[in-house]
């Protein structure tokens, strides 16, 4: 079991920025993809942005390309989500989420997603 605790979230300014982190404890993150999520009230959780096993692949949510970037440190079993040029509608609860031991690759999906942290609120004032 992989307990997932997220923090960094606040308010900020549109065009501002936000460093959120993900750190992981019981099993290591190492070997798993990971990836972050979102959701908004009354919304369904859409995916934001997910990164494999060593760093090396990360894809994104054409709503955040260029403006978000995926990083892990699986020494320090941390897992970050930088972001920049922060827009209103980038406000919501951001979730992280590791795939099983056995899932090295990146993903997309929510159900691709064994663990599960238990959100950090972004909100960015216009």
């Known amino acids: 079991q992989v307990q997932l605790v997220e923090s960094g979230g606040g308010l900020v300014q549109a065009g501002g920025s936000l460093r959120l982190s993900c750190v992981a404890s019981?099993?290591?993150?190492?070997?798993?993809?990971m990836g972050w999520f979102r959701q908004t009230p009354g919304k369904e959780r859409e995916f934001v942005a997910t990164?494999?096993?060593?760093?090396?692949?990360?894809d994104y949510s054409d709503s955040v390309v260029g403006r978000i970037t995926i990083t892990r440190d699986n020494a320090e079993n941390t897992l970050y989500l930088q972001m920049n040029s922060l827009k209103p509608e980038d406000t919501a609860v951001y979730y992280c989420a590791a795939r099983n031991s056995f899932s090295s690759t990146i993903e997309t999906t929510q159900i691709g997603y064994d663990y599960w942290g238990q959100g950090t609120q972004v909100t960015v004032s216009s």
């Open positions: 990164i494999n096993w060593n760093g090396a692949i990360t």
């Open positions: 019981r099993r290591t993150i190492a070997g798993r993809g």
